[in-house]
C-alpha cells in the first residue's frame, strides 16, 4: 500500500539556519509522482513542486531544495537561510496507480516554526 | 490570489442534512481536484475532474459525490452528514489532465464546515 512517513512532527530552528524536512515514501508502482506542499499559518495550500519517478535529478528553487532518492525512497525538502515566513506546516504527498486507478496519499506533516 | 475561488467560505450544519461546495477553477485550468482536511485523518485526496470527466478517485465517501460542469466549475456535495465530516475542503486546479502533468496546481481558500 502506498505511504508516506514524515517523521518530524514539529521542527523549530532561528532564522538564517538551513533546516531539511524528511520525507520517506512507500509504492511498488514504478511510476509514480512525488509533491511537496506548504500551508502556512492562514490555512491555505500552497504547491511547491512536482517530482516524477523518472527524474532523479535535485532542484533548487530559490532557497528551496529537493533531494530525491529512489534508494531510500526519500525525498527531502531543504530550506537554506529559513525566514519567518517560512514558518507553516509542510506535507509531502505521493500519486501512484494501481489496478483500481489513481492513488494519492499525503503525509502528517512537518511543523516548521522558524524563529526571529 | 491564485485565482481559483471556492464558495461558501464557512458553512455550518447539522446531522444529516446536505451541503454542496462550490469551486471555480482558474481561468483556462480544466482539472480540478478536491480535498479534505481534518484533524483526525489529516489531508486527504476525495476526487479528480479533467475536463468535465472523473480521472481518479481518493477517499471519497459514498456519501460524497462530486461533477465538473461545461463551465468547468465543479461542486462536490456532501449528504447524509456526520460530524466527523467536519473539515476543510479544498479544491485545486491545472491544466493537466493528471497529477503527474507539468503543470502547477493552484488551490482555493478552502471551505470550512462544521457539522454540529
Known amino acids: 500500500a502506498q505511504k508516506v512517513t514524515q517523521a518530524q512532527t514539529e521542527i523549530s530552528v532561528v532564522e538564517k539556519e538551513d533546516v531539511t524536512l524528511d520525507c520517506v515514501y512507500e509504492?511498488?508502482?514504478?511510476?509514480?509522482?512525488l509533491f511537496w506542499y506548504k500551508q502556512p499559518p492562514s490555512g491555505e495550500l500552497v504547491f511547491l513542486i512536482r517530482r516524477n519517478s523518472f527524474d532523479e535529478q535535485n532542484e533548487i528553487s530559490g532557497r528551496y531544495s529537493w533531494n530525491f532518492q529512489k534508494s531510500t525512497s526519500s525525498f527531502n525538502f531543504t530550506i537554506t537561510a529559513s525566514q519567518v515566513v517560512d514558518s507553516a506546516v509542510y506535507f509531502c504527498?505521493?500519486?501512484?496507480?494501481?489496478?483500481?486507478?489513481?492513488?494519492?496519499?499525503f503525509g502528517p506533516g512537518t511543523r516548521l516554526s522558524v524563529l526571529p | 490570489d491564485s485565482g481559483v475561488t471556492q464558495t461558501p467560505k464557512h458553512l455550518i450544519t447539522a446531522t444529516g442534512q446536505r451541503v454542496t461546495l462550490r469551486c471555480s477553477p482558474r481561468?483556462?485550468?480544466?482539472?480540478v481536484y478536491w480535498y479534505q482536511q481534518s484533524l483526525d485523518q489529516g489531508l486527504q485526496f476525495l476526487i479528480h475532474y479533467y475536463n468535465g470527466e472523473e480521472r481518479a478517485k481518493g477517499n471519497i465517501l459514498e456519501r460524497f459525490s462530486a461533477q465538473q460542469f461545461p463551465d468547468l466549475h465543479s461542486e462536490l456535495n456532501l449528504s447524509s452528514l456526520e460530524l466527523g465530516d467536519s473539515a476543510l475542503y479544498f479544491c485545486?486546479?491545472?491544466?493537466?489532465?493528471?497529477?503527474?502533468?507539468?503543470?502547477?496546481?493552484?488551490f482555493g481558500p478552502g471551505t470550512r464546515l462544521t457539522v454540529l
Open positions: 481561468s483556462g485550468d480544466l482539472s
Open positions: 504527498a505521493l500519486s501512484d496507480f494501481d489496478n483500481y486507478g489513481q492513488n494519492f496519499v
Open positions: 485545486a486546479s491545472s491544466a493537466a489532465p493528471s497529477s503527474g502533468g507539468n503543470n502547477e496546481q493552484f
Open positions: 509504492t511498488r508502482d514504478t511510476t509514480y509522482y
